[in-house]
């Protein structure tokens, strides 16, 4: 069965250093993942998705399919990185999501 | 355009009523996913219609809950004789289904409390 994870349920950095939010799936094929982030009182919105290779907000996140990771990675933190990140895995039938646990990162001053 | 609309924004309601949740979907958006989110939690998958396919319930934590969809748009969530562990964010998440590459637009959420 498809499943992700993320470790690390609070994530704590300052300001201005790095920042890894870690993912790994279990997955039987292709996967294509996607970061999902939802700031304070906001809803939960599309960070970035694996197909696009893009780079939003200075985030970037490659797909490892060997250590079956797809961590979501900035060289320089901001206080207003501060939110919720979901990593999320689409089944091959096209059906249900699958979320992550969720990873709330918190940026200190 | 309008994005994933939720209502009520805030319920409470007394232990042992019956709610109602209504989400309205993207339009032509033919996917539609209910889930909870506890305080302090992640998401919790509750039910997930996919055009005119039987709705996948798997997420259903017991029979008091129940979904439906009406004429491939409008969803409504029911819980049945509430209890104070239902509260939580009720959030609606539709979208459009072309293969594999799809991604979800969340509506804001319905913020239910069971006193």
């Known amino acids: 069965a498809q499943r992700v994870t993320q470790p690390e349920k609070l994530l704590s950095v300052f300001k201005g250093a790095p920042v890894e939010l870690k993912c790994n799936y279990s997955?039987?094929?292709?996967?294509?993942l996607f970061w999902y982030v939802q700031y304070s009182r906001q809803r939960l919105q599309l960070l970035l998705r694996?197909?696009s290779r893009e780079s939003i907000k200075g985030f970037t996140a490659d797909l490892n399919k060997g250590e079956t990771s797809f961590h979501l990675k900035k060289p320089f933190a901001q206080e207003e990185d501060s939110a919720m990140y979901y990593c999320?895995?689409?089944?091959?039938?096209?059906?249900?999501?699958?979320f992550g646990p969720g990873t709330r990162l918190s940026v200190l001053p | 355009g309008a994005g994933v609309s939720q209502s009520p924004s805030n319920k409470v309601t007394e232990k042992g009523k019956d709610v109602e949740l209504r989400c309205d979907p993207i339009?032509?958006?033919?996917?539609l996913y209910w889930y909870r989110q506890s305080l302090g939690q992640g998401l919790e998958f509750l039910i997930y219609?996919?055009?005119?396919?039987?709705?996948?319930k798997s997420g259903l934590p017991s029979d008091r809950f129940s979904a439906e969809r009406t004429g491939g748009s409008v969803s409504t969530l029911t819980i049945q004789r509430t209890q104070q562990e239902d509260s939580a964010v009720y959030l609606c998440?539709?979208?459009?289904?072309?293969?594999?590459?799809?991604?979800?637009?969340f509506g804001p959420g319905t913020r239910l409390t069971v006193t």
């Open positions: 998440a539709s979208s459009d289904y072309r293969g594999l590459i799809y991604e979800q637009y």
């Open positions: 997955y039987s094929g292709s996967p294509e």
């Open positions: 694996h197909i």
């Open positions: 999320a895995l689409p089944p091959p039938e096209g059906q249900n999501f699958v």
């Open positions: 339009s032509g958006h033919t996917a």
């Open positions: 219609f996919q055009g005119n396919s039987a709705p996948d």
